[in-house]
């Protein structure tokens, strides 16, 4: 997990939280935004002094941020190591980039949900176990990221699922199928200038 980059989508945001979770009689602090938080594992407790030293904030710049601080039981999300609603879920293969935003598209038991990439900054070093599960706070989905057995963060859904949002991607869905549907009408024949036979395939990867 990359300090630096928890620090700068903190920075961004101009909000940091800090949530105390009590684990086998030890201590294990998240810290993030309302958008993601990230367990610094192995680390000396830090409180509000200590996270803007670490975040290379000065006083001046402090009276920007909004800091916030709870234990795991005040905090409004699970973030332990297990939930009885936990499920892994598959992202899809791509990239939706909306408004300069990269978008994960993530499906879920309540169908397509969408995770912004940025908040995958910090765990970008980590080893390729990653795996992503979906949790349930009532009706609110969530995400927890995996690496291996252990949570490497928790990420809330980019709200990006509307009316209009729904709209243009099915437009876009119907324009693609038909630019597909002409391009395998439109499939050349060839024909052997010497036999005048019709040859097997077709030009359109040519």
């Given at each position: ?5 928890v620090?700068?989508?903190c ?41 803007f030293?670490?975040?290379?904030i000065?006083h ?9 601080e ?14 009885e ?6 992202p ?7 408004k ?44 927890i ?48 200038r ?13």
């Amino acid at each position: 997990m990359k300090i630096g980059q928890v620090a700068k989508l903190c920075k961004a945001e101009r909000c940091i939280l800090l949530v105390n979770e009590v684990r086998n009689k030890k201590t294990v602090q998240w810290i993030g935004t309302p958008s993601a938080l990230y367990p610094f594992y192995g680390l000396p407790i830090m409180d509000e002094k200590t996270v803007f030293a670490v975040f290379d904030i000065d006083h001046k710049k402090k009276e920007m941020f909004t800091y916030k601080e709870y234990t795991a039981d005040e905090f409004r999300i699970n973030i332990s190591e297990t939930d009885e609603t936990e499920q892994e879920v598959k992202p899809e293969n791509v990239t939706i980039y909306w408004k300069n935003v990269p978008l994960l598209p993530v499906n879920t038991s309540k169908g397509m949900y969408f995770i912004d990439r940025t908040y995958t900054a910090p765990l970008m070093g980590a080893p390729d176990v990653l795996a992503i599960y979906e949790r349930r706070h009532g009706d609110q989905i969530y995400f927890i990221i995996r690496m291996g057995l252990f949570v490497a963060g928790v990420v809330t859904p980019f709200a990006f699922v509307t009316d209009e949002t729904v709209r243009q991607f099915a437009n876009i869905a119907e324009r693609m199928k038909y630019a597909n549907d002409l391009k395998q009408a439109e499939k050349t024949v060839l024909i052997d200038r010497v036999t005048g036979e019709i040859m097997d395939g077709a030009a359109d990867d040519a």
